[in-house]
């Protein structure tokens, strides 16, 4: 059996999202068993960026307002820099991801994927590591920032960039695997 077998995990993307940070995670979540829906707020499909230009086109599965934290085992949010600015200031992406700390589903977020997880207010107390350039932003929501591959803290896994892709994969299928984590809960 995989280790994600018969879990669903969700991708919350905008257009803008650094291409490889949602190919090269979505590929390791269904090579590990899992099913993956990419979620945005908008329908059809959203764009890449890679190498400083507009890129491949990626399928949405459901639109922000058709998916529920209740049918999904995991959270996934990759980077970019139009992508997270995009979805923190949209208060259903913001309330979509604070569901999960709610719950104590895990989390994955890489590169300036965590300035979304910023807004939950869900983040004070946490170790984590994003891109260099967010980290005083991650601080000042009260995180205990490190400059590491991977972090781990009690289900939210974050990486820096995409040269931590293969331990960042590594890591959030194991805390996809592991389920609810109970210090993770935020009610």
């Not at 090269?24 to 329908?43: F, R």
């Amino acid at each position: 059996m995989k280790k994600l077998e018969n879990k669903t995990i969700a991708i919350l993307s905008e257009t803008g999202f650094e291409e490889v940070e949602l190919t090269s995670p979505k590929k390791a979540l269904e090579e590990a068993g899992a099913t993956v829906h990419v979620i945005s707020p908008q329908s059809g499909t959203i764009k890449s960026w890679n190498d400083g230009n507009w890129n491949m086109d990626v399928k949405v599965n459901k639109t922000l307002s058709e998916a529920s934290e209740g049918d999904y085992n995991g959270l996934m949010l990759p980077g970019g820099v139009i992508n997270p600015d995009k979805l923190r200031r949209n208060k259903d992406a913001v309330a979509f991801v604070k569901s999960f700390f709610d719950k104590g589903k895990p989390i994955a977020a890489i590169c300036h994927g965590p300035q979304t997880l910023i807004e939950t207010g869900a983040l004070k107390g946490r170790i984590m590591t994003s891109f260099p350039s967010i980290r005083t932003d991650l601080e000042n929501a009260g995180v205990n920032w490190e400059d590491s591959e991977v972090v781990v803290d009690h289900g939210l896994v974050t990486s820096r960039s995409p040269e931590d892709l293969e331990a960042f994969n590594r890591k959030m299928v194991e805390e996809f695997a592991e389920g609810i984590h109970e210090e993770q809960k935020t009610s």
